[in-house]
């Protein structure tokens, strides 16, 4: 092909070395091209454009499939709705030339994988607009209709639940691919960073563009595997491809040159098609986590290497990276404050970043120079189970177990060190994660104040909700000078009424008391204000 020396993008990620030892493709993986359409004629792609056979070979004006498109021998168009899902802007060409034009052909360059079924779907206007409920049709389209990888050359900063749960649905039979986005923005917990969609998804392959100023990238301290951000902290973006000056097909017969991470992750999608002939029995988790561990680091991602993630003989990676606390079990008030004398559950969540392993354990323990007189740990190692390829795991019922001693003070953190490992020799076994318990020494309000209660200085006193004071209750505050009333359920504030009220109490007001103000339980309304 007279433009292969110009794909430089092709032997940067090995993808040369599949095509010599492995394969060019067969023909047997269908690739959707969710995007402004693909021109299905032209000559560099033509004999790879997915055919219906069932519409080619059935009665014009009817939907002999039965998939309630009439007529969709070559996909469908899902913005002027009909079966010509042709590209009337360039881009969704371009990308499907870089994941599947005809290889060896003579003429222009060649597609990641040579022989590909390519399945255009038409999602987005000539303008590049789109709508969410526009690409979850189209990814239920892809999926519903047997594409078995989906490219989504597309990124946008709002979350759309109906896309998230048409593309949950499509995981269950395709691998997922998108481009991270070309904000420049980092994906993590800092001022300016930001979450681009669908590729932040942990089930989908989200793929930044190589050593690119413009890609959105995973947050520089937390590196493509993790990025502690958003539901569980599993949102990432998982690989990296070149995505500059890329060289690809264009609509009437053209090639043209662009950039952005819309021309890295087709490179990732076509690839993948290869992967999935040479490895067909590899879950799609377990494809993700040989994607992400074999490539090479080059900073904020990983340069994605596909002879490496289709040779390597995956291995356990196990991390915690969360953990939930509870203070219910032994009939403790379980109001979410860890108290002197209490015994706290630790239910840690656990990712397999790479291959499954069996027999798989938490343990806790101090933290280095940590006083271990202020807790006891009572059950210092749990048995959570086997764990598949790049899964998560959380046990709800063995749990790590610490006693607060008594007498510790309010505000005071005890230090503690989460492991998790497996293998008989703990061979596979995490770095240690910190994990910090902070005492509450208080007075907890969580109900009716139904009797005379004085406020002092000399603790902490929390109000959990809107506190009730009982009719003939007061709730005072000590003061240098004696003691005020800042909160009576009298007559006389309460305008008559004899009912309970709720208190709220605020800020200090300019005088010796709180400010507090009153809500009827029954209304709703505030009644008065001190």
Partial sequence: DPLYSSQNNIVQTNIDDVWEQYTTGDGSQVIAILDTGVDYTHPDLEANIWINEAELNGVAGYDDDENGYIDDIRGWDF???????LDDNMHGTHVAGIAGAVGNNGIGIAG????????????????????????????EYASNNGAT???????????SIT???????AFATAILVAASGNNGIKIGKCSNCQEFYPAAYSFVIGVEAENAGFSNTDAFFDGPIQTNWGPNRLYNYEVAAPGIDIISTVPNGGYATLSGTSMAAPLVAGGLALYKEINPDDSRELILGNLINTGEEYGLGTNYDLLAAIEVVPLPMLTIISTEERDEIDDQNANGFWEPGETIEILPLVKNYWGPTEDVRIGI??????????????????????????????????????????????NVDIGFELRVWSGPDQQYISE??????????????TDYITEDMTITNDREWIFQNSMVVANGAHLMRARSSG????????????????????????????GDYETVSYTHLRAHETKANL
């Fill in 79 to 85: 913005i002027n709705i009909d079966n010509a899902p």
């Fill in 112 to 139: 990641a994988a040579w022989n590909v079924k390519l399945m255009p779907i038409k999602v987005f206007q000539s303008t590049g607009q789109g709508s969410s409920i526009t690409i979850a049709e189209g990814v």
């Fill in 149 to 159: 990888i989906i490219n989504m050359s597309f990124a946008s900063a709002a979350e």
């Fill in 163 to 169: 896309l998230r749960l048409a593309l949950e649905n």
């Fill in 365 to 410: 323990e101090f933290a280095e120079f940590e006083d271990q007189s202020k807790a006891t740990i009572i059950h210092d190692e749990i048995q959570v189970g086997s764990m598949t390829a790049y899964s998560t795991l959380q046990d709800l019922n063995e749990t790590l177990k610490i006693t607060i001693a008594n007498g510790v003070s309010n």
């Fill in 432 to 445: 240690p994660i910190s994990f910090v318990l902070k005492v509450t020494n208080a007075v907890i309000f």
């Fill in 483 to 510: 003691t005020g009333t800042i909160a009576t359920a009298c007559e006389e504030i309460l305008f008559g009424e004899t009912e309970d009220y709720s208190v709220q109490i605020g800020e200090l007001g300019l």
